[in-house]
C-alpha cells in the first residue's frame, strides 16, 4: 500500500524504541571487524521536519523525542547517547526539529568497509530519500517494493548483514506476510541479522507475526518491546516492539540498559516492558 507516510508519526514512543535499539544492535555488530550490509526495508524519507504540517497535525513526537530531549545531557546509556548525539547533529539551533530516520541512522554507523541499501516504493517517501542522501559505493537507494529486494539483495557478498523491516502494518494481513518474507529470507542468508518492528495496537494482530515465527522453524529470536499503556491516550499505538532473530551477543546488555532507561522516562500507565526470548537457541 502506497498511503502511508511516517512524517505524520516520526518521533513518537515508537521511534525512541526502534532507532535507540537499532543502533545497539548495529554497534554489537562491529565489534567484528569483518564487513557489514545493511539493509533498510521500509526507509521512508531519512530525516522528517517536525515543524511541518503532518508531524503538526497529531504532534506524535511529543510521546517520544519530545519528552526525552531535554535529558539529553544527562549520563546516559550509550544506546541513547548516540540516538541525541545523531540528532544533534542535524540540528545546529540545539533543537530536535530535524529527526533523522532509520536510514539517516544507519548511514552515521558505516565504516568504510560496509555498505547500505535503503529501499522505499512510495513516490513522495522515495524522493524525500533522495533529497537526504546520495546514492554512493557505501549507499544505494532503492525505489522497489522492499519483498521483492529481500530476494533480490540477498544474500549479500560481505556475508554478514542486517535486515531491518518496520511495515506499516495498514494492511491487516502484512503481519503474516513479513513473518513468511522473513522465513523465505532466512533460508537464503541464516547468518543474517534481522530486526523486524511491529506496533501493540488495540486489535493484538502482531500476535499473527509472533505465532508465524515461533512456527517457523528459526531459532534465536529475541522479543524487546515497550508498552506504555493508557499514558497516550490520543494515539491508538500503546507501544512497540522489535523481533531480533541471531541478535549479536555483543549486544545484549547495551540492549538491557537502553531498553531500561527508555522505560524509565516515558510514561507507563499500566504498561510493561520486556526483554526475553521468543524462541531460544
Known amino acids: 500500500m502506497l498511503s502511508y507516510q511516517h512524517s505524520y508519526h516520526a518521533g513518537n514512543h515508537a521511534d525512541v524504541l526502534k532507532h535507540i535499539i537499532l ?10 571487524a569483518s564487513p557489514l550490509f545493511l539493509f533498510d526495508a521500509f526507509a521512508s524519507r531519512g530525516v522528517y521536519d517536525l515543524t511541518g504540517v503532518e508531524a503538526l497535525k497529531n504532534r506524535e513526537f511529543d510521546s517520544g523525542i519530545g519528552r526525552l530531549w ?3 545531557h ?3 546509556p550509550a544506546g541513547v547517547d548516540r540516538w541525541f548525539q545523531l540528532i544533534a547533529s542535524k540540528n545546529p539551533d540545539d533543537g530536535f526539529a530535524r529527526l533523522p530516520g532509520s536510514t539517516a541512522l544507519l548511514a552515521s554507523m558505516l565504516r568504510d568497509s560496509d555498505r547500505l541499501a535503503a529501499c522505499d516504493l512510495h513516490p513522495q517517501e522515495f524522493e524525500g530519500l ?3 542522501f546520495r546514492s554512493s559505493r557505501k549507499l544505494a537507494l532503492h525505489k522497489r517494493d522492499a519483498f521483492e529486494a529481500l530476494g533480490a539483495l540477498l544474500p549479500p557478498k560481505e556475508k554478514r548483514g542486517l535486515v531491518f523491516l518496520d511495515p506499516s502494518y495498514e494492511n491487516k494481513g502484512e503481519y503474516k506476510i513479513v513473518a513468511s518474507a522473513v522465513e523465505a529470507a532466512y533460508a537464503r542468508f541464516r547468518a543474517g541479522v534481522y530486526v523486524i518492528w511491529y506496533p501493540l495496537l488495540p486489535a493484538g494482530r502482531h500476535q499473527d ?9 528459526i531459532l534465536k529470536i529475541l522479543r524487546v518491546e515497550l508498552d506504555c499503556g493508557a499514558s497516550f491516550p490520543d494515539m491508538q499505538m500503546s507501544g ?3 523481533l531480533i532473530i541471531n541478535p549479536p551477543w555483543h549486544a545484549m546488555d547495551a540492549m538491557q540498559e537502553s531498553l531500561r532507561w527508555i522505560s524509565d522516562h516515558l510514561p507507563s500507565d499500566n504498561g510493561r516492558d520486556h526483554f ?3 524462541v531460544a537457541e
Open 276 to 278: 526475553e526470548w521468543l
Open 70 to 72: 531535554p535529558l539529553r
Open 240 to 242: 512497540s516492539g522489535l
Open 209 to 217: 507475526l509472533l505465532h508465524a515465527l515461533k512456527r517457523s522453524g
Open 130 to 132: 533522495r533529497n537526504s
Open 23 to 32: 543502533g545497539d544492535i548495529v554497534a554489537g555488530m562491529q565489534s567484528k
Open 74 to 76: 544527562e549520563q546516559l
